[in-house]
Nanobody, 121 residues
Framework: QVQLVESGGGSVQAGGSLRLSCAVSGRTFRSYAMGWFRQVPGKEREFVATIPLSGDRQVYAESVKGRFTISRDNAKNTVYLQMDSLKPEDTAVYYC??????????????WGQGTQVTVSS
């Protein structure tokens, strides 16, 4: 069984930064690309960023490009999302996921429970 546990969410003012972490249990971490998605109430879960097994060639949503950075530490079975220059529209529940590395949520069979990020203006 693959388990993903996010941490690092919280409240911050616009322009601030947060770093999300996602710890993945088991040896399967090195078998999967990792992704971050986010969701606000009443809207579909949307793609934020993904990183392949090798850790290079990250892909980002246009809305976060240049502000967010995804990285992974295979020795620690952990993926990170560094979020800088945060905007109120970044407010959402953020989820990490393990899977194919696509920008579609359907490419990820394993999900964390989510962590809330709130950005105030």
């Amino acid at each position: 069984q693959v388990q993903l546990v996010e941490s690092g969410g919280g409240s911050v003012q616009a322009g601030g930064s947060l770093r999300l972490s996602c710890a993945v249990s088991g040896r399967t971490f090195r078998s999967y690309a990792m992704g971050w998605f986010r969701q606000v109430p009443g809207k579909e879960r949307e793609f934020v960023a993904t990183i392949p097994l090798s850790g290079d060639r990250q892909v980002y949503a246009e809305s976060v490009k240049g502000r967010f950075t995804i990285s992974r530490d295979n020795a620690k079975n952990t993926v990170y999302l560094q979020m800088d220059s945060l905007k109120p529209e970044d407010t959402a529940v953020y989820y990490c996921a393990a899977g194919s590395g696509s920008s579609s949520r359907y490419g990820y069979p394993y999900w964390g429970q989510g962590t809330q990020v709130t950005v105030s203006s």
